[in-house]
Structure formats: structure tokens, C-alpha cells
């Protein structure tokens, strides 16, 4: 595999550091045993530190996609009405798991590119009692906005309503103060902030997240959070865990608990910094303004007579630079920079040595969406 | 982490070859690029040979139970009529899932220690037409016994149901002819026979298991076949699947293939024996008669006057030999050895020697369970 010199620059899998690959070459333990229970009360204590909660939080092995669809079915009830906040694919895919599990969901949506305007989620609840529940993408991978959660939280905590988050390419990487926020289930992935391979989930589960649970009738049993919590007592995860993953993820979080949380913050606001005034100095266009601008990924508008799959390739053939096309409908209409986990500054210089060359090398003549 | 020196001989995670260790060091690369596709076609391919398939075959970032889940939600709907045949705790299990999901689930039980009687499979089958499906335990972990699935797969296919096969701990050990047998879903998990370490599990789907897909209603995302099948032709998993351990079931099944599946189920017998003999000799006695014996696990009464726990702790603490218990109901009742995937005959002389200088610095005088 010659993956080894390719600078990934995707919103996940993200890069990881050698330590964490390294940690991974440990042999298979009992997972019911006394070194498993050490190693998941180490791994949950950190993952809470850097959750900034005390809420129980566990550990699932699944994708991010699979925790999603936990949140809902451990605190919903067929017929409940839902409110899903949709800024892209993620947020139609929080939507649509609910509507699979016969929730009756209604929508706010915002273009491309733009986050959620917090005073129509105000506008919505207040003008309908019965939304039991708020869907929403902390950060929507497929255009690298972030919404306003901080304010969309208060609102609905005003309300008294459930707020399940998608946090799974913004916890550890951008802001999110769980506790402070209110907010009731917040999932999130291993190969996203946490500079491990993907294969592990977290989700934290609030008060009012269990009060609901107790009269959710969604079907679930692997997904069962009172299962995850009666074995989580012991040291277990009820089904076998990834437990490769585990040994990953434990020394990612040992990396990051030694860089601390508001370093690890500021580096990714710098290196967004560096990659949107980079990109711009190239010509280019950005999908996001600055103000709703994602801190982990970085969506660039088509350049004017390039095709974005012939520029993807070049940068990965020419350069060994991976990036991201644009994901559904954006297809061919955008590019992306993932920035979050294992990344510098020079990671994002390299990138954009690597965009400007193959823009060269394609003929770029300037322009594209402004 | 000391875990190197260990005999982990649990019944998954069971322990892990050094090339295949070694293959995890590996760095991520795109889930959607060209390297993937590689990837997941090879194991993809390897997985149908040793599953005796030309059915699609899916890998899941989940646990074993995950798809148990997945092969249920697919294939039926609430209210459908099913058959359970329960032998031990993963039996329960799956009848656990179907009922959850909404089925009306009737159960065939065996005592723990014995295998389900197929023509009471036929009589059931014969006397209600309305049973859509039937759930059976290939190899139940938890009792070492494996059920005649040659026979009751042909009772089932006779009948027209549907035959969902939670392989988990047989299938890559134990001789399990997917499309001879007429299997309709079967699956299985990374840790088992695959010499991998947890965190994937694998789904063969029949077509008809594809038949009853389009009718199925229950609620399904995360697990849906049509999502995984629509990704796979594109050499993709709908959602990110977990590389570090797709580097590892890599590896896992070049070491198969090169030994070959016949060597493979034959190396499973014969440990078996051995352990059998072995524990024998011990004078102690076996859950399981020979004639339904499982070759993936060897599950042993308690010894007269001995604490089971105490006895595991013995073994581990004074000779790095770990071994199982009972779950559940059969807590302190038996304990079990692992012995499926990378492991020798050498390997259970270790164990039987373990176990008798164990026995002997408890007091053990013979006797227990005949």
C-alpha cells in the first residue's frame, strides 16, 4: 500500500499520526476482561473532557451514520413530529433516518452554502407545540458551513424540546460545549477530529435525552442506549467492540489531551485561515462566506473551464494531494479541503502548491462563481 | 499493553496473526477513491469464496449482532410470522432482535448442551403456513454446540421460508455451503474465524432474501441492503467502513486462502479433538455431546468444588492463558475455550496444561456434571 506518502485531505478518514497507527499493532484482548475496562473508562473520561460534559457518553462501534440513527430511535416514537435544520447532504440524511423510523419530520432548509438562520427554528417551535424533537448538522460536511448551534440551542432548550446534533466533523475540532449548549444526544465519529481510523461512534446522552428514551417506541436493540449503559457499568460495550480502533482512539486522545482542547480549537481556526486565504490568492472562489465558514472543511466553487474530477486527479496523480468532489447534488459543482484531526499549516501549504500546479497545468484562466 | 504474551482463547476476539497486526499500520486513504475499490472487490471476492457463494455479500462497520439486526430488518415486516430455534444465548438473542422490530416470533428451544431436533423444524414448518422465516444459530458460542444446519436448511428451503443463519462463529471454520445449503442471509463477524480483529461484520443475501426485501417494511437506514449493494457496485460502503480493519481482514484472508478452506475446517476438527481429549483426560466433562460438539468452542461443566471465576482468574493471573466464561444463565455454571481462527493444536496444549496445574493448586478432586 503506497498510501503512506499521500497527504489526505478529505473531511474523513483523516491522516493518522504514527503513534496511533502504531498503537493499533497491540494483540486482541478479552473484551470482557479487566484491560478492556481499563481501556474504555480511559477512553470515555477523555471523550467526556473533550465533550466538555457530564452526561453518560458512549462508545459504539458503526460509522457516524449508525450513531445518527441511535439518536433517533433511542429518543423518538413513530408519529412524533420532528424538526430537521438542513444546510446539505448531512442534515437530509439526519432527516431522512428519521422519516425511515416514521417520524413525521418538517424542514428548514437554507442554500448551498448557507448555515441556519436561528430565529426561523424560534419562529417554528414557538408556532407548534407538538415538534417534540430539533435535528441538527453542527457542521455540514458537504458545504464546510457550521451552524450556529450556540444560538440554535438556547432556542431550543427555551422551548423545551429535544436537541439531537450531529457533531460528527465539528466536536473535538470546533467549539462545542455540550453541557453549556443543552444539548441532548451529540454523535460523532473516530476518523473525524479524534486522529483515528473510522470504525468507532460517540454519542452522549443528557437528563432530558433519557427521560425521553423511556418513552421512545422507535424499535432498537443494537442500538439500545440503556444496553450500552448497563454494560458501560462494567467496563463492556455490549457487543464486541473494534477493539483496534479502541487501542487508535485512546492514543489519539492522549495526543490531544496533551495539546488541550483550546489549542486544538485555535489550530484549526488558523489553519482555515490559511486554506480560505490561500484558496482566494489562487483566484478561486469560496461557497462559504467567512461569517458561516466551517473550521474542519473548506468547499471551493468550481473553477471557470475546469472539470473538477479532471482537477481532483491531477492534484492526486501529480502531487499525491487527496481532496474531496462534491458529494450528491454538489457533484462537479464544488471541490472540498478537509482540515480537522492531524493537521498543519503546512498540510494546508502543501495543498495549495498542489491546486496551484494543477490549475496550471489545466490552463486555468481565472474566474468561476463568485 | 501486555496483551502479546497472552493465549487469548475466548470465543472471538480471537487472536490476531502478526502480518496481520502489521497490516493495520497502514495509513487511511479515501473510502471513495480507487485504492478502496481495490480493496473491498479483493475481500469481497475472497469472502464469497470461503462463504461457497455467488450471492452478494456485504461488509458492515458493526459487531456480529449489528447484522443480525441488518438480516432481519431486510427481510421482514412487523406482524410477520417467525421461527426462532434457540439453543442457547445468541439464539435468544436473535429471537430478542425479530421481536423488538415487531415480528410474532414462536420458539423452538433445546436445552444448553443440545442441538435443535430438524424434524421438529418440519413439523412446525408443516403445521403453520403463515411463518415467513426461520432464525437459526449455525454454531451457538455460548453452549459449544453446532446445529444441523445441512438438515434444517433443506426442511426450510423444502417449505419455502425464508433462512436467515447467524453464522457468526462456524462460517471460515466450520463447513457452511451458503448457495448448497440455500441459505438465504448469513452472517458472521471479523474477530471469529478471520483472523482479524473486531469491527466488521459480513452479510450474504440470497435472491430470495432479495424477494423478500421489496416487501419488507420493517424500519431500516444504516442497515439497508440496497444501500450497501448500490455503494458496492460502485466499490464503495454507503457509509464509512472501517479501513484499519479492512487492511486487516485483508490479511486475514490472503493467510486463508493460501491454506485453503478444506485444511481450514479440518485444522478446526482436529483442535477440537484434541481439546475434547484433553479436557477429558483432565477428568472433567463437557457440556456438549460429541455428536453435536462444536468445533469452534468447547464449553465445560463446572468442576465439582471448584469456582468457576476463581479457576479463569488462576489460569490468567499464574499462566497468560485466557479462557471464557458462561453467559448469562450458565454464568459460574461452565466455562468455555475459544478455538477458532489462528490457532494450533499447540495452543490448546498450552491450555490443557494451564488448566491442570490450575485445577490442581485449587484441590480439584474430580468430579461435576457427568
Redesign the interface.
Given at each position: 500500500?503506497k498510501?503512506?506518502q499521500?497527504n489526505?485531505r478529505?473531511p474523513?478518514?483523516?491522516?493518522?499520526p504514527d503513534e496511533v497507527?502504531?498503537s493499533?499493532?497491540?494483540?486482541?484482548?478479552?473484551?470482557?476482561?479487566p484491560?478492556f475496562k481499563t481501556l474504555i473508562d480511559r477512553v470515555t473520561d477523555r471523550l467526556m473532557k473533550l465533550f466538555q460534559t457530564e452526561n453518560e457518553l458512549f462508545v459504539l462501534?458503526?460509522?457516524?451514520?449508525?450513531a445518527m440513527?441511535a439518536s433517533i430511535v433511542n429518543t423518538l416514537s413513530p408519529g412524533d413530529r420532528v424538526l430537521a435544520l438542513v444546510i446539505g447532504a448531512f442534515g437530509q440524511r439526519y432527516s431522512?433516518?428519521a422519516t425511515?423510523?416514521?417520524a413525521e419530520v418538517s424542514t428548514i432548509t437554507a442554500p448551498y452554502g448557507e448555515a441556519i438562520d436561528p430565529e426561523d427554528v424560534r419562529e417554528a417551535l414557538e408556532a407548534d407545540d407538538s415538534i417534540k424533537a430539533v435535528l441538527v448538522t453542527h457542521n455540514e460536511t458537504s458545504t464546510g458551513v457550521t451552524n450556529d448551534l450556540a444560538s440554535i440551542s438556547r432556542i431550543v432548550d427555551d422551548e423545551d424540546r429535544i436537541m439531537l446534533v450531529d457533531a460528527i466533523s465539528s466536536i473535538g475540532s470546533i467549539d462545542l460545549p455540550v453541557d453549556a449548549w443543552r444539548c441532548d444526544v451529540v454523535v460523532t465519529?473516530s476518523?473525524k477530529g479524534w486522529m483515528s481510523?473510522?470504525?468507532l461512534a460517540m454519542a452522549s446522552v443528557s437528563p432530558r435525552a433519557w427521560a425521553a428514551y423511556r418513552e421512545a417506541a422507535?424499535?432498537?436493540?443494537?442500538w439500545d442506549f440503556a444496553k450500552a449503559k448497563s454494560y458501560l457499568e462494567n467496563g463492556q460495550t455490549?457487543?464486541?467492540?473494534?477493539?483496534?480502533?479502541f487501542?487508535?482512539l485512546d492514543t489519539g486522545l492522549e495526543i490531544m489531551a496533551k495539546e488541550g482542547l483550546p489549542n486544538i480549537i485555535e489550530r484549526h481556526a488558523a489553519v482555515t485561515r490559511r486554506a480560505r486565504e490561500g484558496v482566494r490568492a489562487l483566484g478561486l472562489s469560496l461557497l462559504a462566506r467567512d461569517e458561516v465558514a466551517s473550521n474542519t472543511v473548506t468547499a471551493i466553487n468550481k473553477p471557470e473551464g475546469i472539470d473538477v474530477a479532471e482537477l481532483l486527479k491531477v492534484v492526486?496523480e501529480d502531487h499525491n494531494v487527496?481532496l474531496?468532489g462534491g458529494p450528491g447534488a454538489l457533484a462537479g459543482k464544488i471541490f472540498r479541503i478537509g482540515h480537522l484531526g492531524h493537521v498543519t499549516e503546512e498540510d494546508i501549504d502543501d495543498v495549495l502548491t498542489a491546486l496551484g500546479q494543477a490549475l496550471e497545468k489545466l490552463g486555468y484562466q481565472g474566474g468561476g462563481p463568485a
Open positions: 500500500m498510501a503512506q499521500i489526505l478529505i474523513g478518514p483523516t491522516p493518522v497507527l502504531e493499533m499493532r497491540a494483540q486482541m484482548i478479552n473484551h470482557r476482561g484491560d462501534t458503526c460509522s457516524g451514520t449508525g440513527e431522512e433516518i425511515a423510523f416514521g465519529a476518523q481510523p473510522p470504525g422507535m424499535p432498537r436493540y443494537n455490549p457487543w464486541t467492540p473494534a477493539l483496534s480502533t487501542y487508535a492526486r487527496v474531496a
